[in-house]
């Protein structure tokens, strides 16, 4: 789907794996899943955010990803640090939109991109750059 949308996209598949991957690139998003293997992703925007206060981690907009719907898990992320949430499963213009809100270019239903360029991460918590 985000490939779709003209984004560059590197997959992680845990929260230790994304707080190693803010360290060795700079994502124009990170698109963070809640509920991970090893460290969830609370703990992981945690670390990612200690290391851009501490160490020269550029700032990447997070945005949560979460299976509850309620605007309950949208405060406790907003209140752990990431800019935005959106409630699984996620469609493509909701994506869309989103990359908008954040002022990342995507590709439009025609295959038109718009600018900048896009880029963001998977569904589990993964990021990406831009190419």
Do not use: E
């Given at each position: 789907?985000?490939?779709?949308l003209g984004c560059q996209v590197d997959l992680v598949s845990s929260g230790q794996e994304a707080v190693a991957a803010a360290t060795?690139?700079?994502c124009d998003?990170?698109?963070m899943d809640i509920q991970m293997?090893?460290?969830?992703g609370y703990e992981a925007n945690r670390q990612i955010r200690h290391l851009q206060t501490t160490h020269?981690?550029?700032?990447m907009p997070i945005i949560a990803l979460t299976a509850n719907a309620v605007q309950g898990d949208r405060n406790l992320c907003i209140a752990a640090g990431m800019d935005d949430c959106l409630s699984k499963p996620v469609g493509m213009e909701v994506l869309?939109?989103?990359f908008v809100r954040?002022?990342?270019?995507?590709?439009d239903r025609a295959g038109t991109r718009t600018s900048p360029a896009?880029?963001?991460t998977d569904s589990r918590c993964a990021a990406s750059r831009t190419r």
């Open positions: 789907m985000l490939r779709k060795r690139q700079t998003l990170v698109l293997p090893d460290m969830d020269s981690v550029a700032h869309r939109a989103m954040w002022q990342l270019g995507v590709a896009c880029t963001g």
